[in-house]
């Protein structure tokens, strides 16, 4: 009986740092210029857990924000389009933007 329960201890501790591993995933593709000129987009993705949609949304943000920042520019979101609201599913986060001049 004790060598069971140790081996579901075992088991659950590996789902756990398994799923708390998920928790912090999240991915983005590369600014992509769109049709448009001087707008761009971007597109994020982040799995695990309820607030999986949240890291996607500030991925996308910070990717915005670091490009046009690496131009002596500032971000201005056009549009963002958000998918996915079950946990344990992909979440995504696509922004459009543009880059202006800092005052």
């Known amino acids: 009986m004790f060598n069971k329960l140790r081996d579901l201890a075992c088991i659950v501790t590996v789902a756990l740092t398994v799923c708390g591993g998920l928790a912090a995933c999240a991915s983005s593709s590369h600014v992509v210029a769109t049709d448009k000129p001087g707008t761009y987009t971007v597109a994020t993705s982040a799995t695990g857990g309820r607030m999986a ?15 046009c920042e690496r131009r ?8 963002e389009t958000v ?12 922004v459009s933007f543009e880059c202006h001049p800092t005052f």
């Open 53 to 67: 949609w949240a890291r996607a949304h500030e991925r996308a943000m910070n990717e915005a924000r670091d490009y």
């Open 72 to 79: 002596g520019m500032q971000s201005s979101v056009n549009a």
């Open 83 to 94: 998918s996915g609201v079950e946990m344990l599913t992909a979440h995504a986060s696509s």
